[in-house]
Every structure is written in structure tokens, then in C-alpha cells.
């Protein structure tokens, strides 16, 4: 990498930097990003030379060309906030109460505005095409991505790439993987429909409390005895809901619960068995089991050569960062709608820091970012960009 093009990603951080703390200040929820859009779409106007366009009502595209024939790469980035009052005490807390930027999507917002500057000013030196996918709701299923790929933004689009800040790795790290390095992330209830009755004469009634019962511990049977031991899966019963009185047994009782999993067979095979369980079960019984099974998002797979070629960029030009080969993630991720259409490859960039006292979990209500780690973000998108593009 070039001293000069260091220096600009140097001095385009202090930009990154207050665009993070502008958006921290103003989140909105998924497919509320109204301001937020605007001002993306600002802010890339005020650097001119991007052919911008609006897909959905809260996202934003800009396409840069270089001079020379290239690939054509597209960056993603998430914008949407989560509803959780926050309690960082930060000077830049959230302005909107029970609205915050709990996951990052706001560092990210802003290192792919930042990867942008730094990419027009050096157009030149650019081959092909790159696409800067500023995405709507990544927190709320069914998810902007997909909304996004509907809507043509990787027609032409030869790979994807994505980051997203870790605080569960620390900083000074990046994390990749190839293959699977998210889980898919599906939802079920179960609705068990029994005969309600007096407490005292259980005999007359058929039962879903008890019914119920035995399906969780089905439930909890499958990945043990189902799942072949070396493909990863989490089944989790989150809720169990029925009856108002200590005296009467209820007519019916709704389960809910999660499934994770990392390849579509064990998908599969988890949503089968807990449709055959709880039928199963049920029916033993004499009541009736209806199995509502949501499909959330898919697992993201990393690309083997795509992924190849960003660890080897990253060993060249981070040299004092350390590159790790990481687990999976069980978490869901929609950037899977982008990486099921095109060779992707997503990264985890380290954002914990303990003598900082980051070191709160996403999704929680004192959640924070190293904001150096966004400077290796916004290097990171960068130097992918011109890897790729020149690397026909």
C-alpha cells in the first residue's frame, strides 16, 4: 500500500470517526432508516463521481467506475438500530429514547461512507466497478437484503464483501473463516391443542401442560440423537405458554423456540424432527400438535477462494494485526442474501477492548465500539476493493 493512499485512509478516519457519532446519535429501527438513508445519500452526493440510486425507501447504492476494465465488487453495509434504551453514558448517547445503535451497524455506516472518499480520489488506480450497498434493516427478518437482491443491486456484481465489528474479538484482530460463518437462524412454535378441565378430575380432560412438557424434552433430545456429532446445531425452547388458573387445566398451550444450524441438511433435518416430535407426542396423547416453522435467515458461506484472496491481502498489508481462522458465529446475519447470489466473503474486525471497558455483548444496552477498529474496517474495505477489482 502506497504512503499516500495511508495518509488519506488516516485522515478520512477522523471523518469516519464523526460520521459513527452523528449516526450513534440518531438511530432508527429496520425499515424506519429514513433520515439515516438521506444522510448516506448526502453525504456520497458531496463527493460527486457516484452514480447513486435509492432501491427501497431506506437504502442507498452508489456504483464507482474505474478506468480500466475490472471486476465488478460490491461493499455492504447495515444501517438499521435495535429498541433498547441505551445506558453507555456516552456524549453521543441516542437522542431517540428507546432506540440504539446496540450491534455497530452504525461504525459500519460509516467506514463504507469513509472507503467511498478514499476510493474516488483514487479512481484512478481503480479497475472495474465497485458497488457501496448501504443496507435497510438487518436486525428485523425478513431482512433488507434480500429486499436488495429483488430489486437488481448485484446484477453485474462478480463478488461481495462484508464486515462486521466484533466486540467478542479484540481489537487488533481480524477474524475469518471459510465456509459457514454464520448459522441460519430459524424460529418454530407449536401449538398443543388438548381438552381443558377441573384440576381435580384430570381424567375427563386430555392434557397440554403435560403433553407440552414431554415435547420439550423431545425437543431437547434432537441435536444429541438426531444430529450427527460433527455438524453443529442449537435447539433452544424460549417459551412456554398456558392456562391463567392454579384449578383448571387449559385447552391448549403454545411452545416457542430457536433453531440454529450451519448447513442446509442439519437445517432440515432439525426442522423434520421437531414437526415429528411434536406431532408424534401428541398424538400419543390424543391431542393435536400444529407446528408453525419459520425459515430466518440462512447460513452465511464464505467463498474458499474468495476468502483466500482477502486473508492474503490482509497478511500484506496488516502487519500489525493479527489475522485469525475463527469458529462460526451461531448468530444470523441476512449479509446470507447476498453470499447465496454471489462469491462472498464476511469478516469479523475486533472491537472489544477490555482497558477501555468494551466489553459489553451486542444487543446490550451499554454496547460500544473501540472506534480504532473502524480505521482497520475502513482500510479493510479499501484495500479489498482495489485487490479485487484489479484481480481479473
Known amino acids: 500500500m502506497t504512503s499516500t493512499l495511508e495518509q488519506r485512509i488516516e485522515e478520512v478516519f477522523q471523518d469516519v470517526t464523526e460520521w459513527r457519532r452523528y449516526l450513534h446519535q440518531h438511530p432508527e429501527l429496520s425499515f424506519k432508516e429514513y433520515n439515516t438513508a438521506q444522510f448516506v ?21 452508489a456504483r464507482l467506475k474505474g478506468e480500466k476494465p475490472g471486476k465488478v465488487i460490491a461493499l455492504r453495509a447495515d444501517m438499521d438500530a435495535l429498541p433498547i434504551k441505551e445506558e453507555t453514558g456516552l456524549p453521543f448517547a441516542s437522542e431517540n429514547d428507546g432506540v440504539m445503535h446496540a450491534c455497530g451497524h ?23 466497478e465497485v458497488v457501496f450497498i448501504f443496507q435497510h434493516a438487518e436486525e428485523l427478518p425478513p431482512g433488507g437484503a434480500q ?9 453485474g456484481v462478480d463478488q461481495v464483501a462484508g464486515i462486521h465489528l466484533m466486540t467478542t474479538y479484540p481489537y487488533g484482530t481480524i477474524n ?10 430459524d424460529i418454530f412454535t407449536i401449538t398443543v391443542q388438548g381438552k381443558g378441565g377441573h384440576a381435580s378430575t384430570p381424567e375427563l380432560s386430555i392434557d397440554p401442560l403435560a403433553i407440552g412438557a414431554q415435547i420439550v424434552t423431545g ?23 398456558g392456562g391463567d388458573a392454579v384449578n383448571v387445566i387449559p385447552d391448549s398451550v403454545e411452545i416457542g423456540g430457536s433453531v440454529r444450524t450451519l448447513t442446509k441438511e442439519t437445517r432440515e433435518l432439525a426442522k423434520n424432527r421437531i414437526i415429528e416430535v411434536a406431532e408424534g407426542i401428541a398424538k400419543a396423547h390424543g391431542a393435536e400438535a400444529n407446528v408453525d416453522y419459520t425459515y430466518g435467515y440462512s447460513s452465511v458461506i464464505n467463498n474458499y477462494e ?8 490482509v497478511e500484506e498489508n496488516f502487519p500489525d494485526r493479527k489475522l485469525e481462522w475463527v469458529d462460526p458465529m451461531l448468530g444470523g446475519e441476512d449479509f446470507s442474501a447476498f453470499s447465496d447470489e454471489k462469491p462472498g466473503c464476511f469478516v469479523f474486525i475486533g472491537a472489544g477492548n477490555e482497558e477501555k471497558g468494551i466489553v459489553y455483548p451486542h444487543h446490550h444496552p451499554k454496547f460500544d465500539v473501540d472506534e480504532a477498529s473502524m480505521k482497520d474496517g475502513l482500510k479493510f474495505h479499501v484495500l479489498t476493493a482495489l485487490t479485487l477489482t484489479n484481480n481479473a
Open 106 to 128: 452504525d461504525g459500519h455506516t460509516a467506514m463504507l461512507l469513509g472507503a467511498a472518499k478514499v476510493l474516488k480520489e483514487f479512481q484512478s488506480s481503480l479497475s472495474g
Open 176 to 185: 475469518i473463516r471459510k465456509g459457514a460463518i454464520s448459522s441460519a437462524s
Open 219 to 241: 425437543i431437547h433430545h434432537i441435536v444429541s440423537r438426531s444430529v450427527r456429532p460433527l455438524d453443529a446445531a442449537v435447539i433452544s425452547v424460549t417459551r412456554f405458554h
Open 306 to 313: 474468495l476468502t483466500d484472496e482477502i486473508a492474503k491481502m
Open 41 to 61: 445519500y448526502n453525504t456520497l452526493e458531496s463527493f460527486g463521481g457516484f452514480e447513486l440510486s435509492r432501491p427501497t425507501k431506506t437504502s442507498v447504492t
Open 147 to 155: 429486499e436488495l437482491v429483488a430489486a437488481g443491486v448485484l446484477d
